[in-house]
């Protein structure tokens, strides 16, 4: 069974820095994506980095680079090293698991099956 477990959520102030880890287990698809995803309260949901089993990889272009996502196969782990957050950053995000990169949003993101999610909340 397919399960992911985010965690490392938190309230920062504008300028902090997070770092989330959603551990996967169960994967068996021949060829898959593994990314992040989030979702602020009354819009929708946005792509914030993917990577897929041929190495194809994307990060938003909107962040500016203040994001790192990067994966440890040898631990199941995905991570997402946010950097110079900002209060528009403020949202549930979500780790994700699918068959293949889904175009949207103006990238390759990943969507499918995702976790509970962790909350980040970034204010003064």
């Known amino acids: 069974e397919l399960q992911l477990v985010e965690s490392g959520g938190g309230s920062v102030q504008p300028g902090g820095s997070l770092r989330l880890s959603c551990q996967i287990s169960?994967?068996?698809?021949?060829?898959?994506?593994v990314g992040w995803f989030r979702q602020a309260p009354g819009k929708e949901r946005e792509g914030v980095a993917a990577v897929d089993s041929g190495d194809i990889r994307n990060t938003a272009a909107s962040l500016g680079g203040r994001f790192t996502m990067s994966l440890d196969k040898s631990k199941n782990t995905l991570y997402l090293q946010m950097n110079n957050l900002k209060p528009e950053d403020t949202a549930k995000y979500y780790c994700a698991v699918d068959r293949g990169l889904t175009y949207t949003g103006g990238g390759w993101f990943c969507f499918g099956t995702w976790g509970q999610g962790t909350q980040v909340t970034v204010s003064s």
């Open positions: 169960g994967l068996t698809y021949p060829q898959w994506c």
